[in-house]
């Protein structure tokens, strides 16, 4: 078929037009699948990030929640131990006053005495018990008479007894055949704070709710 110069010039500008449109079809549906996928990554790092995000929210919570824990268990414990040291002022004077009576001293190193005597646990013949530096020579021999009396009365008899004022407290250390008895007012505040403290601080503890 003869074709003319005017209409081979149409074909190819309807062709080149063809062309055109196909090759912006196929761009235009390239940036399309583009731009989904860089939607589609936009959403997968939201994802991520709020993700990291709340498990950082938790961490912060749990971890706040611990210290919580951590602060109020180190404040009971303050003042469980201030209380301690409360009952230690309360007590110490009021032993030490008991302690240094004179009276009630002789009773209680006879009653001890009496004990360790049964038992056979101390030097009969010269049995030995160190007392308060503030006693004097006088009264510690008023007090070995008197304790000699009352223990031969009582069946614990003793040859004698010896008082030496040696100890910087109140109170008396009985001298032992193997070791001593400490009956002073550091050792008698010690054993009362032991038995009271544990009350205390589950007192403490019930309260606090822990």
């Given amino acids: 078929m003869v074709q003319t ?3 081979f010039v149409k074909t190819l500008q309807e062709e ?17 699948q583009q731009a989904e996928r860089i939607v589609e990554q936009a959403k997968q790092q939201a994802a991520q990030i709020l993700d990291e995000a709340r ?3 938790e961490r912060t919570r749990v971890r706040s929640e611990t210290e919580l824990r951590l602060a109020a268990r180190d404040t009971i414990t303050r003042l469980q131990d201030a209380l301690q040291s409360a ?3 309360v007590l110490f004077p009021a032993v030490r ?3 240094m009576d004179e009276k009630f001293l002789a009773e209680l190193i006879r009653d001890v005495v009496l004990r360790y005597a049964e038992n056979d646990a101390i030097d009969r013949s010269a049995a030995v018990v160190r007392v308060s530096k503030e006693i004097d020579e006088k009264q510690r021999r008023q007090m070995a008479s008197q304790m000699l009396e009352s223990l031969a009365q009582g069946g614990g008899g003793l040859a004698s007894i010896n008082l030496e004022a040696v100890l910087a407290e109140a109170g ?3 001298v032992l055949r193997d070791g001593t008895v400490e009956v002073t007012t550091e050792a008698v505040v010690e054993s009362l704070t032991e ?3 544990p009350e205390v601080r589950k007192l403490i503890s019930e309260a606090a709710g822990s």
């Fill in 5 to 7: 110069i005017e209409e």
């Fill in 16 to 32: 080149g037009v063809e062309a055109g449109r196909r090759q912006a079809e196929k761009l235009l549906a390239e940036a399309k």
């Fill in 55 to 57: 498990r950082e929210a």
């Fill in 87 to 89: 009952l230690r002022a």
């Fill in 97 to 99: 006053r008991t302690l």
């Fill in 172 to 174: 008396f250390e009985l």
């Fill in 195 to 197: 038995m009271v403290g």
